[in-house]
């Protein structure tokens, strides 16, 4: 159990960092896969394209010819009276799939396919065509081959595609009926899905490759940000070393003044020097617990401070805890209320759960007015089969704005700076507080209103 904990310890300073990174893989990956989405689709519109567009000029010419044809050769036609052999008045081109002449009451005067079995399907389709339409379309069509290797069921089987043009027909000043000339485009057709499908795994290959690239981009990006995380983690952990030992040095100095003073020849000694020496007293204990303060969190952000595990009695742990704090509660003539069961057995690390709940005491204590009631709640809970203790602070102090609960808990922030700053407050306790509730796997809570006091509410899992 210890060896989990300290792993999730150790991990938690850098989730910023890891957070900001895949954010930036994430970021680059969009745009990178964007401007390849981008490419790709123009890619194949512009094959398309080009496609399409070869395959409409070599339809129009040879529109185009048989149009001449039929405009030359249509005095003869006529003169033949369309006799039964009309149809091979003149052969189909290599090219061509088919061509069909109708005239103006829709029937068909002249027409010749390479397969057989698809001039009622094209004149089917070719109905519908309105005059000064004179744009390529596409149709599909079943050819004679497809048709024998239908499928037994009576369901129509794969259909063959086709590009065609139609051209008004002219002759002696007058309108005689509409060409039409069609060609097979379903090997073009073929060649765009396999391109389609070359283009896409293309693409896929290229978005795997970006996803790739951005988690080596957003790395490198990140390689000077966490260079500067880390050298203000060792700044603070060194500055709070270093301040430790003059500041201890100088808190003895102080006091063996004070006791000199006190014990000097002829009683008394002088009140301005011993209330200037409780000043500085005073004011190098706050620096103290600055500096501690401050060691805890770089140590935290660093993960070398690991939890020390050991099952231990959560009451028993807080009476001698609230003792201890006798002298705060006197101080303010404020009643204390402790409500817990005869026995609390908790798995975590005591040193840490006793300055957690020393932190929302003293919190409480510091923003209530003499003379009221602070309470103190221990208590097992069970949610969804999982076993919590519930460690509960309300008083009835200022209480706190609803807009301000969310900021409490960051570092160096005071909802009203002078107050806090005069009741010795360095807005790191409430910081540190939640630092340890989430190091043990919990998570912590504030329901307040102005004037009304404040409740502070600690989950933590019972892992043991």
């Not at 048989?66 to 006529?78: A, I, K, P, T």
């Not at 003169?79 to 039964?84: L, M, S, T, Y």
């Not at 028993?316 to 005869?342: C, G, H, M, V, Y």
Request: charged share 25%; hydrophobic share 40%; aromatic share 8%.
């Amino acid at each position: 159990m210890r060896r989990g904990t300290d792993r999730r310890q150790g991990s938690q300073h850098n989730d910023v960092i890891k957070r900001t990174h895949w954010r930036l893989t994430a970021q680059y990956s969009a745009l990178l896969l964007l401007f390849l989405g981008l490419f790709a689709a123009a890619a194949y519109s512009l094959f398309q394209q080009s496609a399409r567009s070869e395959q409409e000029s070599k339809l129009n010419a040879l529109l185009d010819d048989e149009l001449r044809f039929v405009q030359e050769n249509y005095g003869n036609m006529r003169a033949n009276q369309f006799n039964d052999k009309k149809d091979n008045s003149f052969e189909i081109g290599a090219d061509q799939s088919f061509y069909y002449w109708v005239d103006q009451q829709g029937s068909l005067v002249l027409g010749n396919e390479s397969q057989s079995g698809i001039r009622s399907q094209a004149l089917r389709a070719l109905e519908g065509w309105g005059r000064g339409d004179d744009k390529p379309r596409k149709v599909e069509l079943e050819t004679q081959s497809r048709l024998f290797f239908r499928d037994h069921d009576g369901t129509e089987g794969e259909r063959t595609s086709f590009l065609v043009a139609r051209r008004e027909l002219t002759a002696a000043g007058r309108n005689i009926g509409t060409l039409y000339v069609g060609v097979d485009i379903s090997a073009q057709e073929e060649m765009l899905r396999t391109a389609a499908l070359v283009l896409g795994g293309l693409t896929l290959l290229f978005a795997v490759a970006c996803v790739f690239v951005s988690h080596l981009m957003s790395k490198r990006a990140m390689i000077p940000i966490e260079q500067s995380l880390a050298r203000q983690r060792e700044f603070v952990a060194d500055a709070s070393h270093e301040l430790r030992t003059p500041l201890s040095v100088l808190m003895s100095s102080i006091e063996t003044l004070g006791i000199r003073k006190q014990s000097a020849p002829n009683g008394e000694g002088d009140r301005f020097e011993m209330q200037t020496l409780g000043y500085m007293k005073d004011e190098v204990k706050g620096m103290t617990r600055l500096v501690s303060d401050l060691l805890y969190l770089a140590r935290s952000d660093s993960g070398a401070e690991q939890l020390q595990l050991a099952p231990f009695d959560l009451r028993a742990s807080a009476e001698r805890t609230l003792n201890n704090l006798a002298p705060l509660f006197e101080a303010k003539q404020i009643q204390l209320d402790l409500e817990a069961p005869d026995k609390l057995l908790v798995y975590g690390d005591e040193q840490r759960l006793l300055q957690l709940l020393v932190i929302l005491i003293d919190n409480a204590v510091k923003y209530s007015p003499s003379g009221t009631l602070v309470r103190v709640k221990l208590a097992e809970e069970k949610q969804r089969g999982h076993r919590a203790f519930v460690i509960a602070v309300t008083d009835q102090g200022i209480g706190i704005a609803a807009e301000e609960q969310e900021r409490i808990f960051e570092r160096f922030y005071r909802e009203d700076k002078a107050r806090s700053r005069h009741l010795g407050g360095h807005g790191l306790g409430l910081a540190i507080a939640k630092r340890i509730v989430v190091s043990c796997g919990g998570m912590i809570q504030v329901a307040s209103k102005p004037g009304q006091g404040s409740t502070f509410i600690v989950r933590i899992p019972i892992t043991a």
